[in-house]
């Protein structure tokens, strides 16, 4: 009983991830209606009050300021155009940083594994969801480009609630087009990434004057 079970997991989990590879290859050229993290903040908002409008405007990369593009690889993976989905060079730093103080904290994931999260898992932190990002986050970098990896991100990551991809945050917060941002709005939006349900740009100014900094010391 235990081994079918066993075999029938295997089988199921084998199935989902030929699935998202399939999705990634046609993503080459097709951009996602969804994604499983905006199904998931669907169904939460049936359970809270208030209303809940989804934001979502798809745009080419050439549309979404450059400043916003360079914002987001200096706050969240800096060395997106050196590895190859996985950065095991961040991921070794950040254990030997957690042996040292006998704790486990970031994550250390790359955009690619960011993305891969936004389509397909849910922002639920689990071993099931880091098995996904490590499994198909390669597959992404084989498939797609480095270019259309970022246009993806950007298009379909949260920047509150409701909202998601650049067009739909510059519009929500600055009243721009995505393609319109400077560059000390993109700093803010960038710092609000990794917790978009509780921060904003307004309230980031000393954060995103650490992106500018790391933006300068990156040539942008």
Not at 10 to 31: H, K, P, Q, T
Not at 138 to 162: D, T
Not at 174 to 188: G, I, K, M, T, W
Request: hydrophobic fraction near 45%; glycine fraction near 6%.
């Amino acid at each position: 009983m235990m081994m079918r079970v066993v075999l029938w997991a295997v089988i199921i989990a084998g199935g989902y991830i030929l699935l998202c590879s399939i999705s990634l290859f046609c993503m080459r050229w097709v951009n996602p209606w969804f994604t499983t993290v905006q199904v998931q903040r669907r169904v939460e908002s049936w359970f809270k009050k208030g209303h809940y409008q989804k934001r979502r405007t798809q745009v080419p990369i050439g549309r979404i300021s450059i400043y916003l593009q360079h914002a987001a690889v200096a706050s969240e993976d800096a060395r997106f155009y050196q590895h190859h989905g996985i950065d095991w060079q961040t991921i070794e730093q950040l254990v030997q940083e957690d042996v040292g103080e006998g704790k486990i904290s970031r994550g250390g994931s790359t955009i690619t594994q960011q993305l891969i999260k936004n389509l397909f898992a849910t922002t639920h932190r689990n071993f099931l969801r880091k098995g996904l990002e490590f499994t198909l986050a390669p597959v992404a970098e084989f498939l797609l480009s480095k270019q259309r990896i970022l246009e993806l991100y950007l298009n379909n990551i949260e920047w509150g609630p409701g909202v998601y991809g650049a067009e739909a945050a510059a519009q929500f917060y600055y009243r721009v087009p995505a393609a319109n941002l400077s560059r000390d709005q993109s700093a803010r939006l960038a710092v609000c990434i990794p917790s978009p349900l509780h921060r904003r740009p307004a309230q980031m100014e000393y954060a995103a004057g650490i992106i500018l900094e790391r933006m300068q010391h990156m040539g942008w």
